[in-house]
Every structure is written in structure tokens, then in C-alpha cells.
């Protein structure tokens, strides 16, 4: 027989038919009622064996194993479900032997210890929900540039590039460690590697996306970046996803309205298409919130701080309005921030995190930032010390968004090229585009996991993608 899925079942709630099943074993009660798990949803079905099943199978209906199940679909007398299946026959497909199976459901096993197994951590309620959000997510991001017409362009993974994010990038070379050709001055011959020049893994694709944008108007990408830095915080990884929308003739207003619409977009979908999975987070991070001291518990649930972020605009300001309400706050008077504060410091996340969740209260842009401690495309603003950048921080997370108007002017940009020692003429292609047909444009960055992070609730960055990279571990 045609497997059918859980979820279908489960969501169908019609009795007294034939089925097949196929999953994983969650719990066996009884020597009768098994609950098994697809993956499909978070909901278990039940299924009901005979008390005459033979003894060497049920000692093989173990927490883990795989099962295929034919029976009957039919109203549950239990309490806690609709349906349940009265099987007809059981297959054990894969036996798991629960002396050595190291996931252990019964006694809850923490974050950390399912990190170090996070080849099986999928197969706990948690895990696939975080996992089904992270899918919904992903396809809500294509849907909602789709349908706005934009076109999903794909940058190198592979760049000789490094203009954005010299020294924390990761080589990529195939030139031997112990044997590489050396030029006269001691140094390197990349000429003699893979791609006859230095080359690294990609830190951003916007630079190649602004090309697109040149032709297409609108694009974006979607894809892997890779950051060497050295930074073991929960919010970053070595490798991680981002999206990067460009469009022509957008300013920087239009650019927060579209970072806006996308954040939007996003939870709206995820409230509407994950509710089950959703709800099972925020009752987890209900949970762990309990374990923290009253003062330092957030104040909405998880759903709603989602309703909550949807239906309030978002605060904006500027970098010097930002450096103000910090210098004016009772947390900097009283000298509780570890880094000190003053016109032209990099926020740090303590301080971003006093304007979203103490001051604020809800998601804020900030714009116009110091030129600098932004990157040399940012446009620059007429006071000739700000560039029209915007971070978009978010509650829980801080920075989630990082984007800009792009300089266009090409005087300009050459100007601040050189002032930032960044080689103009390895750069030639991207200063074609301001050569031939430049335009007013924009775009940003959203950090795919830090979407998720906020999303489902989660508090470390490597809970929500499958097999983090960080520093010192790749394992998986
Ligand atoms: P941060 O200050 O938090 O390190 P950034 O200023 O380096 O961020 P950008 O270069 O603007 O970040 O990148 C755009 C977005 O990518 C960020 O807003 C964030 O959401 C995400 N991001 C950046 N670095 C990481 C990382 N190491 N891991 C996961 N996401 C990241
Ligand atoms: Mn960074």
C-alpha cells in the first residue's frame, strides 16, 4: 500500500480506513501503543497492536527503531488524540538497540548535549520544529521576492574579492602547505594556484548583486557566506546564509520600507503556515523562561512578540539619535555597559540591545552612521561624516539587518576608495557600473539564521541551522 503522511492523517480526522504509515518509534507503552513520529508535523500517531503480537517483535519496538504500519484508521479511545491506527501488521524496518541509541527523550535532554549529537537531534520535537520553521522561512523568502518580480541571482561562492572583509576571510587554494611556490620577495606565487590568483570563500554576494541590479532592476540572492572571525558569541557562525535584495532606484527610504515588508512577510507566513510548531516553541521557551530570575524574564510570550513585531511600525532613527538616548540612559549613567559610549563608536550588541529592548521596546532602524565604521560603497551623506547606512536591530538579537544606499557617484566613490586603500583598479567591474548607466540603488543584508533565531524563539545561533560552523568545530 501507497504510504500516507502523518500530518494527513492527523489533520483529516475521518475514520475507518485502510492506511500505511512509515516512521520512527517515539515512546511504546504497554506492549500496545506506540507512538510514531514521521517528521511531516510535530504530532505522533498512535498505533494500537494486538496483545497476541509475537514476543521477538516487541522486543524490537524500540525508541528510535523504524516501523511501516498497515491497518485501519479509527476514533481513539485514549485521551489526547482524534485517530489512531489499528495495525493489521508491523514491520520493524530498522531495529535501534536502546542500550547504545544516545538520544534519550524521557529525561530531556538539554541544547548543549543534543549540539554534540546533532546528527540524531532531528529527531526531537524542538529540533524538527525549528527545522520546519527554518524550511517555511526560506520559502517564504523566495515567495515574497517572486512575487514582487525581483529575480534570484546567484553570486560566487568562490571570489577573488576580498574589498569587504580583508583578513576574516577563508583562503580557498590548492597549492600544497609544505611545498607552495614562493615569489622572489618571499611572499606567496598565487599565480601558480587553482585559479592563477588568490582567492577566498565569499563574505557577501552584494557586490556581484549590484551588477544584476544594473540590468534587472530588482534581484536578490541566497546563499552561503563564510566569516573567519574569530567571534564565539550565539549570534555568529563561520558559516551562515544570508539574503541580499538590490534594486535600482531604490533610496534609503525605500530600503527600510522593503526591509520592513520582508521581516513582515516573514512572520505573517510562519504564523500562518508553522502555527503547531510555533506553538510548541513558545510553550519550550515559556518554559526556560521560568528558569530565569523575574527581572530578567521577557514580557511577551513568544507569539506574541511575533503578533506584537507585526503589527507595530518600526521605530527609526539616527546613529546620533541612538548615541544620545544611550548617553542619556539610566543604564549609562549608572556605568552598566561593559563598552563605553560616544559619537563615532561601533555600537556594540549591549548597546543595540538597550535601544531595542529597554528603550524601544519593538524592532528599530537606525540610519545614518558614521562613514567611518561602514563599508566604502555606503552613500555619503551631504554633512560629509555620515552615510546613508541602516542596521535594522531587532529584540533578542540585535542586529539582524545590515544595508545601505550605495554610493552611485563615481568621483565620490573613487574618493573613498583611496582613502580606504581599497585597489580601484582590481575593482574595475564593479566601477563599471558607475561608469556606464549609474543609478540610485540600495540593499541590504538579512542573516538567514538570525531570522530564524527570532522566529522560533531559540537563543543560540547553532540551534537553528543544521550542522553549525564555528570556530574550532566542524563536526558532521
Ligand atoms: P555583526 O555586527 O552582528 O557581526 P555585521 O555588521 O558583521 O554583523 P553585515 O556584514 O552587515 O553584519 O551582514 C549582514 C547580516 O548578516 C547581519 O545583519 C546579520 O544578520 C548577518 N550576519 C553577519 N555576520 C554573521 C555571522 N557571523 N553569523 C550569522 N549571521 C551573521
Ligand atoms: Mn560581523
Not at 562613514?371 to 538579537?397: E, H
Not at 540585535?398 to 554610493?407: A, C, D, L, M, N
Amino acid at each position: 500500500m501507497k504510504r500516507t503522511k502523518i500530518k494527513d492523517i492527523l489533520k483529516k480526522e475521518e475514520f475507518d480506513y485502510k492506511v500505511n504509515i512509515k516512521g520512527w518509534v517515539r515512546s511504546f507503552r504497554n506492549n500496545q501503543f506506540i507512538a510514531v513520529n514521521d517528521g511531516s508535523c510535530m504530532g505522533n500517531i498512535q498505533v494500537v497492536i494486538g496483545l497476541d503480537t509475537d514476543e521477538s517483535l516487541i522486543k524490537k519496538i524500540n525508541n528510535g527503531a523504524s516501523v511501516s504500519v498497515d491497518g485501519t484508521v479509527i476514533a481513539s479511545m485514549g485521551r489526547g488524540q482524534k485517530v489512531e491506527i489499528k495495525a493489521d501488521s508491523l514491520t520493524v524496518l530498522g531495529e535501534c538497540d536502546p542500550e547504545k541509541f544516545p538520544l534519550q527523550l524521557k529525561n530531556r535532554p538539554s541544547l548543549e548535549y543534543l549540539r554534540e549529537i546533532a546528527h540524531l537531534r532531528f529527531r526531537t520535537n524542538t529540533f524538527s520544529a525549528v527545522f520546519r520553521v527554518r524550511h517555511s522561512v526560506a520559502y517564504a523568502i523566495h515567495k515574497f521576492f517572486n512575487d514582487r518580480g525581483f529575480v534570484y541571482l546567484h553570486t560566487p561562492i568562490i571570489t577573488a574579492s576580498d574589498a569587504e572583509g580583508a583578513g576574516e576571510m577563508f583562503r580557498v587554494t590548492t597549492l600544497p602547505f609544505d611545498n607552495a611556490p614562493h615569489n622572489e620577495d618571499g611572499t606567496i606565487n598565487f599565480k601558480e594556484d587553482f585559479f592563477g590568483r588568490a582567492t577566498n570563500l565569499t563574505v557577501s554576494g552584494q557586490l556581484e548583486a549590484e551588477l544584476g541590479a544594473m540590468s534587472f532592476s530588482e534581484v536578490y540572492t541566497f546563499g552561503p557566506t563564510f566569516r573567519a572571525e574569530n567571534s564565539n558569541t550565539p549570534r555568529h557562525l563561520a558559516e551562515f546564509w544570508m539574503i541580499e535584495p538590490e534594486v535600482a532606484f531604490n533610496d534609503i527610504f525605500d530600503n527600510m520600507d522593503l526591509a520592513e515588508d520582508l521581516l513582515k512577510y516573514i512572520i505573517n507566513y510562519s504564523l500562518e503556515n508553522n502555527r503547531e510548531d510555533l506553538d510548541f516553541l513558545a510553550t519550550r521557551l515559556a518554559e526556560e523562561e521560568k528558569q530565569k530570575p523575574q527581572n530578567e524574564r521577557s514580557e511577551l510570550g513568544l507569539i506574541e512578540k511575533l503578533e506584537f513585531v507585526l503589527n507595530n511600525k518600526f521605530e527609526r532613527i539616527t546613529y546620533t539619535e541612538a548615541i544620545q538616548i544611550l548617553l542619556d540612559s539610566p543604564a549609562y549613567k549608572k556605568k552598566k555597559f561593559q563598552y563605553d559610549v560616544s559619537w563615532g563608536i561601533d555600537m556594540q550588541s549591549e548597546h543595540e540591545r538597550y535601544l531595542v529592548e529597554k528603550h524601544f521596546k519593538k524592532p528599530v532602524i537606525v540610519t545614518g552612521y558614521p562613514k567611518d565604521i561602514k563599508a566604502f560603497y555606503m552613500r555619503q551623506n551631504d554633512d560629509g561624516k555620515t552615510v546613508a547606512a541602516m542596521d535594522i536591530l531587532a529584540p533578542g538579537i540585535g542586529e539582524i539587518v545590515g544595508g545601505s544606499q550605495r554610493e552611485e557617484r563615481l568621483d565620490r566613490l573613487m574618493t573613498r576608495m583611496e582613502e580606504m586603500h581599497i585597489p580601484a583598479d582590481e575593482m574595475y567591474w564593479y566601477l563599471d557600473t558607475r561608469r556606464f548607466g549609474t543609478v540610485p540603488h540600495a540593499g541590504f543584508g538579512l542573516g538567514f539564521e538570525r531570522m530564524v533565531l527570532f522566529i522560533t524563539g531559540m537563543t543560540n545561533i547553532r540551534d537553528v541551522i543544521p550542522f553549525p560552523r564555528t570556530p574550532k568545530n566542524a563536526e558532521f
